[in-house]
Protein backbone atom coordinates (compact mmCIF):
# COMPACT_ATOMS: atom_id res chain seq x y z
CA UNK A 1 0.00 0.00 0.00
CA UNK A 2 2.66 2.33 1.11
CA UNK A 3 4.43 1.32 -2.32
CA UNK A 4 0.95 2.26 -4.55
CA UNK A 5 0.75 5.49 -2.18
CA UNK A 6 3.98 6.63 -3.19
CA UNK A 7 3.89 5.92 -6.94
CA UNK A 8 0.76 7.76 -7.31
CA UNK A 9 1.88 11.07 -5.00
CA UNK A 10 5.20 11.47 -5.79
CA UNK A 11 7.45 11.59 -9.18
CA UNK A 12 9.61 8.22 -7.93
CA UNK A 13 9.97 5.44 -10.24
CA UNK A 14 9.65 1.90 -8.87
CA UNK A 15 13.01 1.27 -8.93
CA UNK A 16 13.40 4.24 -6.72
CA UNK A 17 10.59 2.91 -4.27
CA UNK A 18 12.41 -0.47 -4.12
CA UNK A 19 15.48 1.10 -3.30
CA UNK A 20 14.13 3.30 -0.52
CA UNK A 21 12.27 -0.17 0.98
CA UNK A 22 15.41 -2.28 0.95
CA UNK A 23 17.51 0.59 2.49
CA UNK A 24 14.67 0.88 5.02
CA UNK A 25 14.83 -3.04 5.81
CA UNK A 26 18.79 -2.32 6.30
CA UNK A 27 18.34 0.77 8.79
CA UNK A 28 15.54 -1.34 10.61
CA UNK A 29 17.47 -4.55 10.84
CA UNK A 30 20.93 -2.68 11.66
CA UNK A 31 19.10 -0.41 14.31
CA UNK A 32 17.36 -3.60 15.91
CA UNK A 33 13.71 -2.67 15.13
CA UNK A 34 13.25 -4.61 12.62
CA UNK A 35 13.17 -8.02 14.93
CA UNK A 36 11.21 -6.03 17.24
CA UNK A 37 8.65 -5.31 14.44
CA UNK A 38 9.13 -8.82 13.11
CA UNK A 39 8.29 -10.21 16.82
CA UNK A 40 5.36 -7.79 17.13
CA UNK A 41 3.57 -7.90 14.17
CA UNK A 42 4.17 -11.23 12.37
CA UNK A 43 5.24 -11.85 9.21
CA UNK A 44 3.81 -8.66 7.65
CA UNK A 45 7.33 -6.86 7.93
CA UNK A 46 9.00 -9.67 6.29
CA UNK A 47 7.39 -8.74 2.45
CA UNK A 48 10.07 -9.61 0.29
CA UNK A 49 11.71 -6.39 -0.40
CA UNK A 50 12.12 -5.26 3.08
CA UNK A 51 12.51 -8.51 4.73
CA UNK A 52 15.55 -9.04 2.30
CA UNK A 53 17.00 -5.78 3.68
CA UNK A 54 16.39 -6.52 7.21
CA UNK A 55 18.07 -9.84 6.55
CA UNK A 56 21.18 -8.21 5.21
CA UNK A 57 21.32 -6.43 8.21
CA UNK A 58 21.34 -8.96 10.10
CA UNK A 59 23.28 -11.46 8.25
CA UNK A 60 25.84 -8.37 8.71
CA UNK A 61 25.96 -7.93 12.45
CA UNK A 62 25.92 -11.94 13.19
CA UNK A 63 29.18 -11.80 10.62
CA UNK A 64 31.31 -8.80 11.99
CA UNK A 65 30.33 -10.60 15.78
CA UNK A 66 31.89 -14.27 14.24
CA UNK A 67 34.79 -12.73 11.46
CA UNK A 68 35.57 -9.94 12.25
CA UNK A 69 35.53 -6.68 9.49
CA UNK A 70 35.72 -9.39 6.67
CA UNK A 71 32.11 -9.84 7.79
CA UNK A 72 30.74 -6.87 6.70
CA UNK A 73 31.53 -7.83 3.00
CA UNK A 74 30.50 -11.03 3.38
CA UNK A 75 27.56 -11.52 5.82
CA UNK A 76 24.81 -10.36 3.90
CA UNK A 77 25.57 -12.19 1.09
CA UNK A 78 25.62 -15.23 3.40
CA UNK A 79 22.28 -14.47 5.10
CA UNK A 80 20.78 -14.35 1.48
CA UNK A 81 22.29 -16.86 -0.39
CA UNK A 82 19.27 -19.46 -0.69
CA UNK A 83 17.16 -16.59 -1.64
CA UNK A 84 18.94 -15.38 -4.34
CA UNK A 85 20.07 -18.64 -5.67
CA UNK A 86 16.03 -19.25 -5.85
CA UNK A 87 15.85 -15.94 -7.92
CA UNK A 88 18.48 -16.65 -10.20
CA UNK A 89 17.29 -20.71 -10.69
CA UNK A 90 13.61 -19.88 -10.82
CA UNK A 91 14.60 -16.78 -13.39
CA UNK A 92 16.72 -19.18 -15.46
CA UNK A 93 14.07 -21.73 -15.98
CA UNK A 94 11.76 -19.18 -16.94
CA UNK A 95 14.08 -17.59 -19.51
CA UNK A 96 14.28 -21.42 -20.92
CA UNK A 97 10.97 -21.87 -20.90
CA UNK A 98 9.58 -18.68 -22.50
CA UNK A 99 10.68 -16.04 -25.47
CA UNK A 100 10.89 -12.30 -25.11
CA UNK A 101 9.24 -10.30 -27.40
CA UNK A 102 9.83 -6.91 -28.17
CA UNK A 103 6.39 -4.88 -28.00
CA UNK A 104 4.66 -3.51 -30.71
Do not use: H
Amino acid sequence: MLGQALILRTNWTPSRILTAFVAMGVLLGALGAFTIIRDAVGSGITVPIVGFGGLLAEGVIEAVERDGVLGILTGGVTAAAAGIAAAVTFAFIVALIFRSRTKV
